[in-house]
């Protein structure tokens, strides 16, 4: 039920306030609009980026179409030096709009208003020359009159009037008058301008390519270029000498009412002219004259653009220009009684990241549906004061957190171009362009919790990006590492009882044991009766012998001497291929990029060295840090580069399972078996170097065309390497529990009560390093399915899953156990989405 008689005043005809109008005449509240200028689009010189937070806004509103038909998307993105010379270009806005099935695009800012404008059915509503003086409020609803004497009467009063808005200033007089503590006076220093801006529009010009952003970096100064359709956008940054920062006008009436009587709160109190105000002149924003934004142009005319175009040739082609200070602020309060502010009188930010408009979008969005709610739950007649006030309180609640995220990343976005620091210049230079899809990533994060008109239907066309819509995900909403860290402590607890069984149990006796083989060599009792010497240099290397000699030593013990030791390590070896494979797999995954599983040569090399038991646990610690759930909101962020990914299988198969079972083939000569143990030692490196090969010769790099094309291209190579591997493991677990003279309890459990030899206690070291690198294991997936289920991406019970888990374990061996759990999560990623992601559900 719409509240009869309820009226929203809406002031000001830009973006959020055009926006606000369609939005409330959709939801069948009665509005009024008044515009300060003569025309409803005027023509300023003004362009604006829409990007997919404000395009579904717009579609859901039935404008996105007309504005797209004038627009042309953006394709690339090119990052230049002060000479105009590229150091980085990269495609990811095609990614972007692949996830969310909308594009950037750049347009004209009267077009945009003109669409607005044009898709009201009631355009009477609109009042042009309407500029507001005065503001009277009370509990029973708000006056505005204006400087012609129009006065107009309403519920609620919107101020959209952009960043030097009245009733912004209204609203605080009032509060102070009302409330005088309500605001806090150190709001006065909020807004400031440490920027100015020249920006325009000009013809085609040759070198600035239609669809591309260009981006010219230099210390103090920058430039942003749009190829938009049969014109050019341009924006002139340059760092002011100094910050200015004006006083706002609020604080003159806290000093003036402090010594008044508060009035009732239904009194109206009459307005105080601003214009009687004494004003600290050193600290105003400059006013900029045509003249002023001519002469700021001619000292920058030999400025490079491009190596072939300088500045100077956009401006011989511009049609319109403005020279402007850029405002910063994000105010503590936005509303107060029937009063709120939407768009840049409360959140202005730096255009350099084009967020300024969509923002203003969003917040227009957010209030019309608190509007929505508060008409639809009046019970008769209008809502309550403290209905409203409620009501324009929780608008704010929730933009606040991403809008907080975004402002900060626009405002430090500008610093960055502007190489305001040293960390910038590094950033910039050195960083950035092999930062990956660090920028996408961001802007996709500014994007993902856009507010929505929640009473209107979702636009079909948003629903079938590669990256849903998620109100719970975004800026400002990242789960904390910290938290994961905590909670992951159990990892910790893994680890320690591997150091103390393993190393400080088992370790002295073991390495007795290998100084005495490597002197003595060992007698073959597994296979041919013979003495086995251990060699002492395979490589004729030094720096590889010396770090492979004693492990082969050891290794002597399990292949020649111990029959347990060999059945064990045949078993736990295998299974520590999947592992190794997933391992292989995750570094060459999107979302891994610039972690620890990106190097898994880390692990596999240095596992050697400390044990696998020992380090599996801070592996599958760290992974589990640093991979939330979040990283997967994206299709294409779990995405593999196929062109490591399909060489898993056979590089493993080549260098770690072929050496690996010949060395434990009893039916081959103990020297060739011997030889077989120093080429497998190394796996690890000859993985890293083999697929390196592979991907620079043989195999093709497909994943930019993957990421927006098909994000689950890889999935049937990584099935068929974790079903092979499984089949090899599960085959030998199967042979090992048949063939093997002992018990599994005998292989596979340490008893430290019977050990009493060398070789006894190099056999229970591997029995520790399998048990807990594979409890490592078994609870990081346990974590993992814990975040799925957290989401709602998972259904199956604990009590199945683990009872899956167990019933694998006991057929086919812990490493297919691991193997067939982590495909399953594979799976899942690949076609479940959040329980928050705004998709097309299947019924059930």
């Not at 502007?418 to 230079?429: E, G, Q």
């Not at 975004?474 to 069984?501: D, N």
């Not at 690996?660 to 009893?666: C, E, H, K, P, Y």
């Amino acid at each position: 039920m719409i509240a009869t008689g309820f009226k929203v005043i809406i002031a000001g005809g830009g973006i959020s306030g055009l926006t606000l109008a369609n939005a409330l005449e959709k939801a069948g509240v009665d509005y009024i609009l008044l515009e300060a200028r003569d025309d409803i689009a005027p023509m300023v010189g003004a362009s604006i980026g829409i990007f997919q937070n404000g395009g579904r806004i717009l579609d859901q509103l039935g404008c996105f179409e007309a504005i797209e038909q004038e627009a042309s998307p953006l394709r690339k993105t090119r990052s230049r030096d002060h000479h105009g010379k590229q150091f980085f270009a990269n495609i990811g806005i095609q990614l972007v709009e692949a996830r969310f099935n909308y594009p950037a695009m750049f347009v004209d800012r009267q077009h945009a208003l003109r669409t607005l404008y044009e898709n009201l059915n009631d355009k009477s509503k609109i009042k042009l020359q309407k500029r507001i003086s005065k503001v009277d409020h009370s509990e029973s609803g708000v006056v505005v009159t204006c400087k012609d004497g129009t006065t107009i009467s309403g519920d609620i009063l919107i101020g959209c009037d952009g960043v030097h808005s009245v009733v912004r200033n209204e609203m605080w007089r009032l509060a102070h008058l009302h409330e005088q503590n309500l605001f806090d006076p150190s709001d006065q220093n909020l807004l400031f301008a440490e920027y100015q801006c020249l920006f325009g529009i000009s013809s085609q010009t040759k070198g600035i390519v239609e669809g591309e952003v260009t981006v010219n970096y230099d210390e103090g100064f920058s430039t942003l270029i749009i190829g938009g359709m049969q014109k050019v956008y341009w924006f002139v940054f340059k760092k002011l000498d100094k910050t200015c920062c004006p006083r706002f006008p609020w604080l003159f009436f806290a000093s003036t009412v402090s010594t008044q009587a508060r009035p009732s709160r239904e009194t109206t109190v009459p307005i105080v002219s601003l214009t009687d105000q004494s004003a600290d002149k050193a600290n105003e924003l400059p006013r900029y004259t045509k003249e002023d934004a001519e002469a700021f142009a001619q000292k920058i005319e030999k400025f490079h653009i491009t190596p072939e175009l300088t500045f100077d040739g956009l401006w011989k082609n511009r049609r319109t220009y403005t020279l402007v200070p850029i405002e910063e602020a994000q105010l503590k309060r936005w509303s107060w009684g029937r009063i709120a502010c939407v768009g840049d009188c409360v959140h202005k930010m730096t255009p350099n990241m084009g967020a300024g408009g969509n923002a203003a979008m969003e917040t227009a969005a957010a209030l019309a549906n608190e509007v929505k709610k508060m008409v639809n739950t009046a019970e008769k007649g209008k809502p309550s004061y403290e209905t409203i006030k409620t009501h324009l309180g929780n608008y704010q609640a929730l933009r606040d957190i991403r809008l907080t995220a975004v402002l900060k990343a626009a405002n430090r976005l500008t610093r960055l171009h502007a190489l305001a620091t040293l960390k910038d210049k590094i950033f910039a230079f050195w960083v950035l362009p092999n930062a990956g899809d660090f920028f996408t990533n961001l802007t996709c994060d500014m994007i993902t919790g856009a507010v929505k008109l929640d009473y209107l239907p979702t636009p079909a066309r948003s629903l079938h990006g590669t990256m849903p819509f998620n109100p719970s995900q975004g800026l400002g909403q990242t789960e904390s590492k910290l938290c994961r860290a905590v909670r992951g402590l159990p990892f910790l607890g893994i680890m320690a009882a591997a150091l103390y069984f393993m190393w400080s149990v088992c370790l002295p006796p073991v390495v007795e044991r290998i100084g005495n083989i490597i002197e003595q060599g060992v007698h073959n009792q597994i296979g041919e009766a013979v003495h086995v010497e251990t060699l002492q240099s395979f490589y004729g290397v030094e720096f590889l012998d010396s770090r492979y000699r004693a492990f082969v030593a050891c290794f002597a013990s399990i292949q020649f001497v111990d029959l347990a030791c060999s059945w064990q390590s045949l078993s736990f070896l295998t299974d520590g291929g999947i592992v190794y494979s997933i391992l292989l797999i995750e570094s060459s995954r999107r979302a891994n990029i610039l972690t620890l599983s990106y190097a898994p040569i880390i692990l596999g090399y240095n596992m050697q060295f400390f044990g696998i038991g020992v380090l599996m646990a801070l592996w599958c610690l760290v992974h589990y840090i640093q991979s939330p759930i979040e990283n997967f909101r994206a299709r294409d962020m779990r995405l593999t580069d196929l062109s490591y990914t399909a060489s898993v299988l056979p590089v493993m198969l080549l260098t770690y399972y072929l050496p690996n079972f010949v060395s434990f083939s009893s039916w081959i000569d103990p020297t060739t078996r011997h030889a077989a143990d120093w080429i497998w030692q190394p796996f690890a490196v000859w993985t890293t170097i083999l697929q390196f090969v592979l991907k620079k010769t043989v195999m093709s790099d497909t994943v930019v065309k993957d990421q927006m094309k098909n994000p689950s291209r890889d999935l049937p190579v990584i099935k068929y390497t974790i079903y092979s591997l499984c089949a090899i493991s599960t085959a030998t677990w199967w042979y090992t529990l048949y063939a093997a003279p002992f018990p599994p309890w005998v292989l596979f459990v340490p008893d430290l009560t019977v050990v009493k030899t060398g070789d006894e206690f190099i056999r229970t070291f591997l029995q520790f390093d399998e048990i807990f690198s594979f409890g490592a294991c078994f609870l990081w997936l346990l974590y993992l399915f814990g975040d799925l289920k957290r989401v709602g991406m998972v259904g199956a019970s604990w009590v199945s899953i683990v009872v899956r888990g167990l019933i694998t374990l006991v057929v086919a061996g812990p490493g297919v156990t691991v193997g067939l759990g982590w495909w399953w999560r594979e799976q899942i990623l690949a076609t479940k989405w959040h329980r928050d992601a705004v998709v097309v559900r299947k019924s059930k």
